[in-house]
């Protein structure tokens, strides 16, 4: 039972390049998140998906693109990378916990981007 | 849009000492608030949360207290140890729906020994 595992764990871009962020979970969780954390600005929500087959825009979206492929699996993509997107990256999934138990998210181990 | 606020962004204390981390809300449907701790290069964990309908939550060394009328949420840690020192965050959430978190800006906390 790996839980959330995100890859690459680290990558440098160019300015303009394009990549995208994987992240699977095998906690048979329904929703998915993206966050950024930058220093200072705590984690910011990027895209979510409630559910397979459902996506929605967070706090920064702007210049990503998500894809819940299926119940697994949410990718970020980002398509013309910038330097404003230099930023630790984190994936997380949540399981609706029956009441009384602790909810939360479990996160992955992240991805460090640096774009030049 | 939704907010939260978290105070101190440092802090520092001896060991042994009591810690003290302040958070507010704007959002008054939220009902959730969870906080977490990451250590230097690690993922963030969750220690300990609290729901609306409880104003006090302890876990050993651990205290989360709510006030809904004024929207603010606080993590107590006592006796401190070195191995508190980490990065901590609160969050805010409706627990239905998307269960999507804002985040706190984060708390570096140095346990000085």
């Known amino acids: 039972n790996a839980g959330v595992t995100q890859t690459p764990k680290f990558q440098v871009l160019k300015t303009g390049q394009s990549m995208t962020l994987q992240c699977a979970q095998d906690m048979n969780h329904n929703s998915m998140y993206w966050y950024r954390q930058d220093p200072g600005m705590g984690l910011r929500l990027i895209y979510y998906?409630?559910?397979?087959?459902?996506?929605d825009k967070g706090e920064v979206p702007n210049g990503y693109n998500v894809s819940r492929l299926n119940k697994r699996e949410f990718s970020l993509r980002l398509e013309s990378a910038a330097p404003s997107q230099t930023s630790v990256y984190f994936c997380?999934?949540?399981?609706?916990?029956?009441?009384?138990?602790?909810?939360?998210?479990?996160f992955g181990s992240g991805t460090r981007l640096t774009v030049v | 849009g939704e907010n939260v606020e978290q105070h101190p962004s440092t802090l520092s204390v001896q060991e042994g000492d009591s810690a003290v981390i302040k958070c507010t809300y704007s959002?008054?449907?939220?009902?959730?608030f969870p906080w977490y701790k990451q250590e230097l290069g690690k993922r963030p964990q969750l220690i300990i949360d609290i729901r609306s309908n409880v104003g006090e939550k302890k876990d050993q060394r651990i205290a989360v207290t709510l006030n809904k009328t004024a929207k603010h949420f606080s993590l107590h840690i006592t006796e401190t140890q070195p191995e508190d020192s980490a990065v901590y965050f609160c969050?805010?959430?409706?627990?239905?729906?998307?269960?999507?978190?804002?985040f706190g800006t984060g708390t570096r906390l140095k346990v000085l020994a």
């Open positions: 997380a999934s949540y399981t609706h916990g029956r009441t009384g138990e602790n909810y939360g998210y479990t």
């Open positions: 998906s409630a559910s397979e087959g459902t996506t």
């Open positions: 959002d008054s449907a939220s009902n959730y």
């Open positions: 969050a805010a959430s409706k627990a239905s729906g998307t269960y999507k978190y804002i």
